[in-house]
């Protein structure tokens, strides 16, 4: 296992067109449960991902969440839209525990959120990791938004202080290369852009709702796929709910509860099981991962 990640809450009042909706569903993860998902986790893997849904920075006492992690040796790497960075002190999000603070600058961009702010939040805490490169930096933003937001990013180098002669030649570095080095630890990402699948069949659901079995394997389709959800990744939803990837933010493979159930006991679960080793035959065998897009998106 290589991340797992923890939704401290689906809240984010942000209304982004490539986000799945409905937010603000299950709330908050309280302070209890999230102490037992950390003890949980690191029996397993340290390096923990604040991220599914949700936005950690919307959280006033993110800093109580921050304390418990880095008490118990958790690496954590912090995913954001930048909305709500100055709402923290800094350096609160810079040291340890954090590992990495990744800004979805799609989020803060998408013109259902647009704030007039945003962008100088965004730049003055970038200033600030410049001033003391503590952890990894990553501003990101999807390849279909490149173009689109060119005159946003113009303006994100002139306020890093880099010369307009260069500009154009990062831009064109940043489309063949799909990541660029601003400074130490510093970097902005291209990510590939996928479609959220936000739905399943009934029928198919009602053959993989039972988180203590698997779905009927005579009703499922061979469908060929490869995916590291579940061998090197899994989720924790802010109600408890486990699901195999941090795609699945509705909790459509709910594979047990972490309020109930030890997370080891989870993994072994028969359902749990069988995706696993439909993967290792590159089987995808649960219809939520039939038909998602994530993984042809990244190759």
Sequence with gaps: MKKIYIELSDICALSCQFCPAPKSKRGIMDLQLFEHCINEAIKICKNI???????PCKLENLSQYLSIAKAKGAHIDLVTSGMYLHKHHYHTLISKPIKQISISLEAGFDRNNYHTNYLQRVVDFALY?????????NLR?????????????????????????????????????????????????????????????????NNSDNSNGSSDPKNNHKIHKKCYGISEQIG??????????????????????????NLESILSSPRAVRIREGFK???????????????????
Excluded at 49 to 55: K, N, R
Excluded at 176 to 191: C, D, M, P
Excluded at 196 to 204: C, P
Excluded at 243 to 254: F, L, R, S, T, Y
């Design 49 to 55: 991902a604040l991220h599914i849904l949700g936005d």
């Design 281 to 299: 035959h590159n089987l995808a065998i649960e219809p939520l991962c039939q038909q998602c897009q994530y993984y042809i998106a990244m190759q």
């Design 129 to 137: 990791h410049r001033a003391n490169p503590l952890c990894f930096l």
């Design 141 to 205: 933003i999807q390849d279909s938004g490149i173009l689109q937001q060119e005159r946003q990013l113009q303006d994100i180098f002139s306020a890093f202080c880099i010369a307009e002669s260069n500009i154009t030649d990062l831009m064109a570095e940043l489309r063949q290369q799909g990541r660029i080095r601003l400074w130490e630890r510093a970097f902005l990402v291209v990510k590939r852009h996928f479609e959220w699948t936000l739905s399943i069949d009934s029928s198919d659901s």
């Design 236 to 261: 924790i939803l802010s109600n408890g709910i486990v699901v195999p990837c941090c795609i699945d933010a509705m909790g459509i493979i709910n594979l047990g509860n972490i309020k109930t159930q």
